[in-house]
């Protein structure tokens, strides 16, 4: 079974349509988030929610808006599609304690192409 | 400010060989420190981690990573590198202080293993 689950694998699409990510995880976890790797493969955190509520929320367009059904989903909306927009979105989850020294687990990536 | 610094773009060592991929950091509080490694066209899989305790921690595949306080170092190592070891790994911090579980990357680093 796929600890964390992201669909679809491969996005592609026109500019200014707009598209969902779906992230799944059956680990139990109360954390999950969302990545960005970019073309030069720098990861940079977007959004975080604990136990469904927004806790992380980086400086990212607001084109961009998770949403949180339950502890064990984590999907990203993206509005208005810019050539900008493509690159590669990893969603992740963890268990969160206080001091934060549990590793996060990651899906397999959505690698987004906005044409 | 939280973060991460991994100097080498790639390592190249010969398969058989010691490798030493390279990690310093800067967090406030006590630092949690983490391994990724991540194939071609996947997510990141977690390899180690350091939380407290002995400085030499021994993770997923033979790998292991030193932390050293005084240089804010978290080096990663093998003994013996395979030409399947050949990936981009990545170095992360979360400081002690933390309340949201976010983890700071490196820019990663790119292994490669030659026969």
């Known amino acids: 079974d796929t600890a964390v689950s992201q669909t679809p694998k491969y996005l592609v699409t026109q500019m200014g349509n707009d598209k969902s990510i779906k992230c799944e995880q059956n680990l139990g976890h109360d954390t999950m988030y969302w990545y960005k790797q970019d073309s030069k493969k720098f990861l940079k955190i977007m959004f975080s929610?604990?136990?469904?509520?927004?806790?992380i929320n980086e400086t990212v367009p607001n084109r961009f808006s998770p949403k949180s059904p339950d502890k064990a989903h984590l999907n990203l909306h993206i509005n208005s599609l810019e050539l900008g927009d493509s690159a590669v979105y990893f969603c992740?989850?963890?268990?969160?304690?206080?001091?934060?020294?549990?590793?996060?687990?990651f899906g397999q990536g959505t690698r987004l192409t906005v044409v | 400010a939280q973060s991460v610094a991994q100097p080498e773009d790639q390592v190249n060592v010969a398969e058989g060989n010691p490798l030493t991929v390279k990690c310093t950091y800067s967090?406030?509080?006590?630092?949690?420190l983490f391994w990724y490694v991540q194939y071609p066209n996947r997510g990141l899989q977690f390899l180690l981690k350091y939380i407290t305790g002995d400085n030499l921690v021994k993770g997923s595949y033979g790998f292991e990573a030193e932390f050293n306080k005084s240089q804010t170092s978290f080096h990663l190592k093998k003994p013996s590198a395979l030409v399947s070891d050949s990936a981009l790994y990545f170095c992360?911090?979360?400081?002690?202080?933390?309340?949201?579980?976010?983890?700071?990357f490196g820019q990663g680093t790119t292994l490669q293993v030659k026969p």
């Open positions: 967090v406030s509080g006590n630092p949690y």
């Open positions: 929610y604990n136990n469904k509520e927004l806790i």
């Open positions: 992740a989850s963890s268990q969160y304690i206080p001091g934060g020294n549990t590793e996060a687990f």
């Open positions: 992360a911090v979360r400081g002690s202080s933390s309340n949201t579980g976010k983890l700071i």
